[in-house]
């Protein structure tokens, strides 16, 4: 599946009618003062359709937001939070990828599943981030890939 170019009303309609919509919700990395010249450059980036920039990612459904992070401890970065709500990043926008028709103990075996393929001690900022995880979670779950401006600096 692809993005739609659907109008706003047609995504709340097919929001509405998902069994279990999926959407990719992206936060500006970090939530300290300091860290806002990063959303400062993400705009131009995102404006002019030119590159991309340094983005938190994370994967709503059934009311739960499923992310990746990493530590020094040997166990699964995945994680849950309050969607649209991660304490660590500042909330920017959300993108809806489509239906991905599991009940919640599907998407429990999926999450499971990929939890020890995202160990926190393999996390590295550019190539196996919150970002890739949010992108494999979209295919597992068979929606729509995330848009490649959300990881396409890692990419440079």
Known sequence: PKLSNASQEELVDDINLAKAPVILNVYDVGSDPTLKTIARI??????????????????????????????????????????????MHTY????????????????DLVINKMKPEWMAPNY????????????????ELGVSEIPKWVYNLANV
């Open 42 to 87: 993400n705009t131009p980036a995102l404006l002019t359709g030119k590159g991309g920039g340094v983005f938190h990612g994370a994967i709503e459904v059934y009311g739960k937001e499923y992310s990746y992070g990493g530590s020094r401890q040997n166990i699964t970065g995945v994680f849950t939070c309050h969607p649209r709500k991660c304490s």
């Open 92 to 107: 920017r926008q959300s993108l809806y990828l489509g239906d991905c028709e599991l009940d919640p103990d599907q998407i």
């Open 124 to 139: 590295n900022l550019l190539r196996n981030n919150c970002v890739f995880f949010s992108k494999e979670l979209a295919i």
